[in-house]
């Protein structure tokens, strides 16, 4: 992995650089994930025609280092992915960002400009209030989630993200939850649909129907549909969604 120490989180960061042609593909993971845990097997589906992919493990999750004092908003996020950016000197983009992933990546679209090609997020949290996942973890007090409500969450948990749920820092868990309750002004729908780059939102089949995704195809923006999914899209069908970005992405190319 390839790591760059963050003066914005104090920390080090580190994601994948997978290797392949074309604009990168930047992948922005969810709470309680990691993108080296989610998309290795999605970047290197045969839809995406080996394009190069990074993807990143935001501060406190997969590889990345735990801060302590890192306060774990959307907007400090988006800034450390900017951050790596920088470092890496890419000069165009496609983004993806999945559920928190989604909004910090609106927020990283709207620091890109013309660097970003397209965007592509799948079920973002648009609005202040969280999803019920957020809502339930920062419904608890900080200190009584670090303490023992996280460790009962990865007891209790028997799916597949149990794998990288544990590897998340329960600070750093809780406080993205609480961002994402808070929320941010303008909204993370209000910026999604200021945006001028090509932008596309995914929803798994077993999601909808939701006012959003409506909301955002009545604006134009094309969406698209994971078939035999749902929220963890990534593990529950990677070769469809690896095939939804590529047209998503690769349309775009030329």
Same mark, same amino acid.
């Given at each position: 992995?390839q790591?760059l120490f963050s ?5 080090t ?10 604009i990168p593909?930047v992948?922005?993971h969810g709470?309680?994930?990691?993108s080296s ?5 999605v970047?290197?589906?045969p839809a995406? %025609?080996?394009r190069r992919?990074?993807?990143i493990d935001?501060p406190g999750?997969g590889?990345s280092d735990k801060p302590r004092n ?9 800034a ?6 920088d470092?890496?000197?890419?000069k165009?983009l ?6 928190m992933?989604?909004s ?7 620091q890109?400009?013309? %660097?970003l090609r397209?965007?592509?997020?799948s ?8 999803g019920m ?6 419904a608890q007090p900080?200190?009584?989630?670090v303490?023992s409500?996280?460790s009962?969450l990865v007891e209790?948990?028997?799916s597949?993200?149990?794998g990288?749920v ?6 750093a868990?809780?406080r ?8 941010i ?9 200021k945006l001028?780059?090509? %932008?596309a939102?995914i929803?798994?089949e077993?999601c909808?129907?939701?006012?959003d995704?409506?909301a955002?195809?009545?604006?134009g923006i094309?969406l698209?549909v994971?078939?035999n999914?749902?929220h963890?899209m990534?593990w529950?069908?990677?070769?469809a969604?690896a ?12």
């Amino acid at each position: 992995m390839q790591s760059l120490f963050s003066t914005i989180a104090g920390a080090t960061v580190r994601w994948h650089d997978l290797p392949g042609v074309g604009i990168p593909m930047v992948f922005i993971h969810g709470l309680g994930c990691a993108s080296s845990y989610e998309y290795p097997r999605v970047a290197a589906d045969p839809a995406l %025609r080996g394009r190069r992919a990074i993807l990143i493990d935001l501060p406190g999750s997969g590889y990345s280092d735990k801060p302590r004092n890192f306060a774990f908003t959307t907007t400090q996020q988006a800034a450390v992915v900017m951050e790596v950016l920088d470092a890496l000197d890419v000069k165009q983009l496609d983004l993806y960002g999945h559920s928190m992933g989604g909004s910090i990546a609106i927020e990283v679209a709207e620091q890109l400009s013309t %660097r970003l090609r397209t965007l592509a997020v799948s079920e973002p949290n648009f609005h202040a209030g969280g999803g019920m996942f957020s809502r339930h973890v920062a419904a608890q007090p900080e200190t009584d989630f670090v303490a023992s409500g996280f460790s009962a969450l990865v007891e209790e948990e028997r799916s597949a993200w149990k794998g990288c749920v544990q590897m998340t820092s329960p600070t750093a868990m809780w406080r993205g939850a609480k961002s994402l309750v808070d929320g941010i002004s303008p909204s993370w729908m209000s910026r999604f649909l200021k945006l001028k780059c090509q %932008r596309a939102l995914i929803f798994g089949e077993h999601c909808l129907p939701d006012e959003d995704a409506t909301a955002v195809a009545n604006a134009g923006i094309p969406l698209h549909v994971v078939p035999n999914a749902g929220h963890s899209m990534s593990w529950e069908n990677p070769s469809a969604l690896a095939a939804i970005l590529a047209r998503i992405f690769i349309r775009n190319e030329g």
